[in-house]
T-cell receptor
Framework: KAGVTQTPRYLIKTRGQQVTLSCSPI?????VSWYQQTPGQGLQFLFE???????NKGNFPGRFSGRQFSNSRSEMNVSTLELGDSALYLC???????????FGPGTRLLVL | AQKITQTQPGMFVQEKEAVTLDCTYD???????LFWYKQPSSGEMIFLIY??????QNATEGRYSLNFQKARKSANLVISASQLGDSAMYFC????????????????FGQGTILTVHP
């Protein structure tokens, strides 16, 4: 069974631009969560989606948004990029919200 | 307050020896889950092992075992017979289930421990 896939794997943007990251969960998984990883803050929870509904949101500004489609694929969007948004963005999927999360390879975003 | 504490920024172990990575946690919930993930330099988080708060037996998965001491709020990872491929960052994480809560997916991570296995 294929694992979690994330596209793109690497991305370079400039301040003020916006970016959309995509996550395809493991087949059959209905829950998708997003995390941001930076050297300074470590791993921080962004949001969690289940059945196209956002179930939980982390402490991030409104510039960070996401959505989940009927096939459980998820996208996250960051508008008006700031230098501090440079990070590894990890997506994780699970069968349900109570199940073990399996992570994708991440998208490395660099904001210049 | 930090909910997951990993006090060892770095650990070194000789190949084929066992190593213990420490993790303590803080929660007031009765129901919670504890996880260990491995992150190689490639970045992907690899699930290793899970322990539920109501599980009486320590979890084991191959060379990985979780030393769960509920009263001390610790969930240490033990890797037996270390291999060179075990060199990576290791994260302890917790999923809380607050009373009456409907969302279970959020994981809170510790700062990680870098493990280096020497030949």
């Amino acid at each position: 069974k294929a694992g979690v896939t994330q596209t793109p794997r690497y991305l370079i943007k400039t301040r003020g631009q916006q970016v959309t990251l995509s996550c395809s969960p493991i087949s059959g998984h209905r829950s998708v969560s997003w995390y941001q990883q930076t050297p300074g803050q470590g791993l921080q929870f962004l949001f969690e989606y289940f059945s196209e509904t956002q179930r939980n949101k982390g402490n991030f500004p409104g510039r960070f948004s996401g959505r989940q489609f009927s096939n459980s694929r998820s996208e996250m969007n960051v508008s008006t990029l700031e230098l501090g948004d440079s990070a590894l963005y990890l997506c994780a999927s699970s069968l349900g919200t109570r199940e073990t999360q399996y992570f994708g390879p991440g998208t490395r975003l660099l904001v210049l | 307050a930090q909910k997951i504490t990993q006090t060892q920024p770095g650990m070194f172990v000789q190949e084929k020896e066992a190593v213990t990575l420490d993790c303590t946690y803080d929660t007031s919930d009765q129901s919670y889950g504890l996880f260990w993930y491995k992150q190689p330099s490639s970045g992907e988080m690899i699930f290793l092992i899970y322990q539920g708060s109501y599980d009486e037996q320590n979890a084991t998965e191959g060379r990985y075992s979780l030393n769960f001491q509920k009263a001390r709020k610790s969930a240490n990872l033990v890797i037996s017979a270390s291999q060179l491929g075990d060199s990576a960052m290791y994260f302890c994480a917790m999923r809380e289930v607050p009373a009456g809560g409907t969302s279970y997916g959020k994981l809170t991570f510790g700062q990680g421990t870098i493990l280096t296995v020497h030949p």
